[in-house]
């Protein structure tokens, strides 16, 4: 779904009270109310509802028994004409992928109205239950936020685009059994001016229960949400997921052995980048791995992480549909010192670009235990540029190869590493300035290390390596370029071929 920005200043608390006018007007006309009776709503109202629910028994939302059978039929009823609520949001339906209907609320001066009935906002007048919902547009002309399915929700950045989402909330992703999925049963919505909005939801789940506040605000440089959360925990959890991001990785220029298709690259993001409470800045590259695996990176009062796609070159993908050199970056930015714990990078093979195999969290040390509450606080920034913009280089390519010097003979039991730094930190720098590539990786297994200026590329820098694959390694590459034992760049961690 593409999305192009408009402006317009309409007050949406008049759109909203046009809209109660509109369903008594409906109701008064003989057809079934939209909204029922208001009452009061507010943050600690909704926290108290989950903390009540998380003392009963877990039980699973119903079916809908009237749902869109098909992707046709979906888009058919959630894009045709229909009418709006709080004058810019629209109404997904319950399909065959989407089965579960989840309440809706509108709220204004405190004051929240139930939907009872959705009819006439769905286009075709199809009788049909809300899956969830997306918000328009100034201008009407596209979407910038959906809330959709579970407890998934995405946003645009500022080059109007979808790619990957986030989840309230994630439960033992990544280990052995199913992974539990808990859902936003119900939202309440208030809108406060075009382009900004305030959702609140509900959280249930077998494990846990929760109530969230999203503070979403459609700006230039991307969709912007302040996010609030209150955790209930049914039982104990072993992998409490906070903040999670879901994308997908197929494959890219470093590695194609699983690509069967004719573009060059295709992911909706390719890195996952972690500033550390130690100041450290980190970039891990994605893979589609062979076979399912999590990788723990220590971020001990963590100042932000996540998944961004740093590749945004029309050549590298060639896709003029799905533009994947517009897709957005998802960085989550802690409110408050989360403590002592770990961002985990879970990568799952894939052979299609239709599945997500991509997750990324904080997960806490201290274990989630039945009767706990905790709260978090974070900023999500959906948006195009790259986190760690400023003087410290990142990287921008890294390929991998048969060892040795190129047109001559292969060093057999050896891989090659090829990284390219880009930054300000670099520009003025040459061969002797005493720039040089830090490796965790040492003698004999390092057979070769250079780190030198690109010729006719100003702040550009590469290294080159060349490691044993049948000696004893780390399990992961580590490499920083240093300058004066100062750190001129991101720290590349980036898992050893063997």
Not at 61 to 78: E, G, L, V, W
Not at 139 to 166: H, I, K
Not at 250 to 260: G, L, S
Request: aromatic fraction near 10%.
């Amino acid at each position: 779904m593409n999305s192009t920005t408009g402006i317009s200043r309409r007050s949406s608390l008049a759109l909203l009270a046009g809209a109660m006018v509109a369903a008594q007007s409906a109701a008064a006309a003989g057809r079934p109310p939209k909204f029922g009776p208001a009452t009061p709503f507010s943050w600690d109202v909704l926290v108290a509802r989950a903390q009540a629910l998380a003392g009963r028994r877990y039980v699973p939302r119903p079916h809908a028994p009237d749902f869109a059978p098909n992707f046709d039929a979906a888009t058919q009823r959630a894009y045709g004409a229909a009418e709006r609520l709080a004058g810019f949001v629209r109404l997904m339906p319950v399909t065959h992928l989407a089965r579960e209907a989840v309440a809706l609320n509108l709220v204004e001066g405190g004051m929240a109205r139930p939907l009872l009935a959705a009819n006439g906002l769905f286009a075709g007048n199809n009788a049909t239950d809300p899956a969830g919902f997306r918000v328009l547009n100034p201008n009407l002309a596209g979407d910038w936020l959906a809330f959709l399915g579970a407890s998934y929700f995405r946003a645009v950045g500022p080059q109007d685009q979808y790619g990957l989402s986030a989840r309230g909330i994630a439960v033992d992703t990544g280990l052995d059994g199913p992974e539990e999925f808990p859902s936003f049963t119900e939202f309440w919505i208030e809108a406060a001016s075009p382009g900004r909005l305030r959702v609140h939801a509900l959280l249930d789940g077998a494990s846990v229960t929760g109530a969230f506040a999203f503070d979403c605000a459609l700006t230039p440089e991307g969709v912007t949400q302040a996010v609030r959360s209150s955790l209930f925990f049914r039982r104990d959890i072993r992998r409490l997921g906070i903040a999670p991001a879901t994308s997908m990785f197929w494959y890219d220029q470093n590695d194609r052995r699983v690509a069967t298709d004719w573009r060059p690259e295709i992911h909706d993001s390719d890195g996952l980048a972690i500033w550390s409470g130690s100041g450290e800045r980190i970039w891990r590259p994605l893979a589609n791995p062979p076979h399912p695996r999590t990788v723990s990176f220590r971020a001990d009062g963590v100042k932000g992480f996540g998944l961004i796609q740093r590749d945004q070159r029309f050549a590298d993908y060639q896709d003029d549909g799905a533009f994947y050199d517009r897709r957005p970056s998802l960085w989550i930015e802690p409110v408050g010192d989360w403590g002592k714990g770990s961002v985990l990078l879970y990568e799952m093979p894939t052979d299609s670009e239709t599945n997500d195999n991509i997750v990324a969290f904080w997960h806490s040390d201290q274990p989630a235990r039945a009767g706990e509450r905790r709260d978090f606080a974070y900023r999500l920034r959906w948006m195009s540029q790259d986190p760690f913009d400023g003087n410290a280089a990142r990287v921008v390519d890294n390929w991998s190869g048969a060892a040795g010097i190129p047109g001559g003979d292969t060093i057999p039991g050896a891989r090659k590493y090829v990284v390219d730094f880009e930054g300000k930190a670099l520009a003025g720098l040459d061969r002797q300035s005493g720039v040089e590539a830090v490796v965790n990786v040492a003698k004999p297994a390092l057979l070769a290390v250079a780190a030198y200026p690109l010729a006719r590329q100003s702040g550009r820098w590469r290294v080159t390596l060349d490691i044993r694959t049948d000696a004893s390694n780390p399990k992961d590459l580590r490499l920083f370029l240093r300058h004066n034992n100062s750190a001129l760049s991101e720290t590349l961690i980036e898992p050893l071929s063997s």
